[in-house]
């Protein structure tokens, strides 16, 4: 089972409406999670990264919220645009061992429908 | 501004033969340089990770080495190509290590080894 679960795998919705993307992980303790966009065929692009102290973090119509209790987080869009179309990643950076790493979600695929 | 340059964009080449791909970041001195691979279902993995000229971190055993002969470059080699090595490559940099921040990537390679 990966240590990061991203739900849904995918998802489609129509131009405009609002969708809350999921991440789940299992990885303690954690130094930061972030979410990355990734558009087909290019590299992933960062839109948050949250501490283990922050709770929510926006950036533009992308809003990140953050439960250390649960170890969940979410990644909230509002009014998507046909642009929003992509692959959304959740990664944390977790301590393994003496070392820190990045473990990476497999990602929700977001279609956005005129 | 900083900028992170990798190519080519697509690449098919037979098993067997060589591979070379080359990275290179602007506007920064002394990045943190990293090569990733990214594989159809599966998350981000780490394979090389450069401090500083001269000095390479594999993360896994694998078919492939990298360099870094100047400091704002970072280079992806084969000797002899396996069908297993086929996958989206992607290069990135950051000012401090990338599990503590901000990390920025390349447009990615596809590799096709035919």
């Known amino acids: 089972k990966n240590q990061v679960e991203q739900s849904p795998q995918s998802l489609i919705i129509l131009e405009g409406k609002n969708c809350t993307l999921q991440?789940?992980?299992?990885?303690?303790?954690?130094?930061?999670l972030r979410w990355y966009k990734q558009d087909t065929g290019r590299g992933p692009v960062s839109l948050t990264i949250?501490?283990?102290s922050e709770n929510t973090k926006s950036n533009g119509r992308y809003t990140a919220t953050l439960d250390a209790d649960t170890k969940q987080s979410s990644l909230h869009i509002t009014a998507s645009q046909l642009s929003d179309s992509a692959s959304y990643i959740c990664?944390?950076?977790?301590?393994?061992?003496?070392?820190?790493?990045?473990?990476w979600g497999l990602g929700t695929s977001l279609a956005v429908n005129p | 501004s900083q900028t992170i340059h990798q190519w080519p964009a697509t690449l098919v080449q037979p098993v067997g033969s060589p591979l070379s791909l080359e990275c290179t970041v602007e506007?920064?001195?002394?990045?943190?340089l990293y090569w990733y691979r990214q594989a159809a279902g599966r998350g981000l993995q780490l394979l090389f990770y450069?401090?500083?000229?001269?000095?390479i971190s594999s993360e896994v055993p694998q078919n492939l080495s990298a360099s870094r002969p100047q400091d704002r470059q970072f280079i992806l080699s084969s000797k002899k190509l396996l069908l297993s090595d086929s996958g989206f490559y992607l290069c990135?940099?950051?000012?401090?290590?990338?599990?503590?921040?901000?990390?920025?990537f390349g447009q990615g390679t596809r590799l096709t080894v035919v």
């Open positions: 990135a940099w950051s000012v401090h290590p990338i599990e503590d921040t901000e990390a920025f």
């Open positions: 506007g920064t001195s002394n990045p943190n």
């Open positions: 450069s401090v500083g000229i001269g000095q």
């Open positions: 991440c789940n992980y299992t990885v303690s303790p954690f130094s930061n």
């Open positions: 949250m501490t283990f």
């Open positions: 990664v944390v950076s977790a301590f393994a061992g003496n070392n820190r790493k990045l473990i």
